[in-house]
């Protein structure tokens, strides 16, 4: 079935270091991709998506990188600051199953000061 | 503007009795979904509405599981007689249409004892 996982469980991060987030997905008929974080006690929060039909895409101090061909995302944080330690979670859609989201087990980054 | 609210926050209960998660989406948002989390786990899709179709139920554990939306706002997830294994953070969200980002709530930690 469809499966979302994560290579490391845990990261730790020196501060002002960057930080790269890896997920693994199943499905090759994915067409949609997002990266949330979430902080203890609160819901996630979204970070950055892409979409099938790209294999890059920046917002601030984020990247998301997608490789299709090996079914392979990642969250790429530059200079990663002691408000980035919470847990990542790495999100696919395929949108013919319908709009429900399915997510991998999450990687714990802890930044260092 | 408000976000995604979500009550109770924290709800411990007894093995078998029924309990009412209420989650109120951002005004406006047509698309609701209701996931679980249980402890240290990734979220898991249980149900999902969107605007007047019929739910898509898929991700319902089982027939203790039930959701309503009423008038396309308020949605109530109702979990009857319920277990132990039942316990886990319950997180509601909703996005502006079925193709949009997912903005979550806080969650509802449910205990059952």
């Known amino acids: 079935g469809e499966s979302v996982g994560l290579h490391l469980p845990t990261l730790s991060v020196q501060e002002g270091d960057n930080s790269i987030i890896n997920c693994a997905y199943s499905?090759?008929?994915?067409?949609?991709f997002i990266w949330y974080k979430q902080e203890s006690g609160k819901g996630p929060q979204f970070i950055i998506d892409i979409r099938s039909n790209m294999d890059k895409r920046q917002g601030q101090r984020v990247t998301v990188l997608l490789n299709k061909t090996v079914k392979h995302l990642s969250l790429q944080i530059a200079a990663t600051q002691p408000g980035d330690s919470a847990v990542y979670f790495c999100?696919?859609?395929?949108?013919?199953?319908?709009?429900?989201?399915?997510f991998g087990g999450g990687t714990r980054v802890l930044v260092k000061p | 503007g408000a976000g995604v609210s979500q009550s109770p926050s924290n709800k411990v209960t007894e093995k078998g009795k029924d309990v009412e998660l209420r989650c109120d989406p951002i005004?406006?948002?047509?698309?609701l979904y209701w996931y679980r989390q249980s402890l240290g786990q990734g979220l898991e899709f249980l149900i999902y509405?969107?605007?007047?179709?019929?739910?898509?139920k898929s991700g319902l554990p089982s027939d203790r599981f039930s959701a309503e939306r009423t008038g396309g706002s308020v949605s109530t997830l109702t979990i009857q007689r319920t277990q132990q294994e039942d316990s886990a953070v319950y997180l509601c969200a909703s996005s502006l249409a079925s193709d949009n980002e997912q903005f979550f709530g806080p969650g509802t930690r449910l205990t059952v004892l």
């Open positions: 509405f969107q605007g007047n179709s019929a739910p898509d």
């Open positions: 005004s406006g948002h047509t698309a």
């Open positions: 999100a696919e859609r395929f949108k013919a199953a319908g709009n429900k989201l399915t």
């Open positions: 499905n090759s008929a994915s067409d949609y």
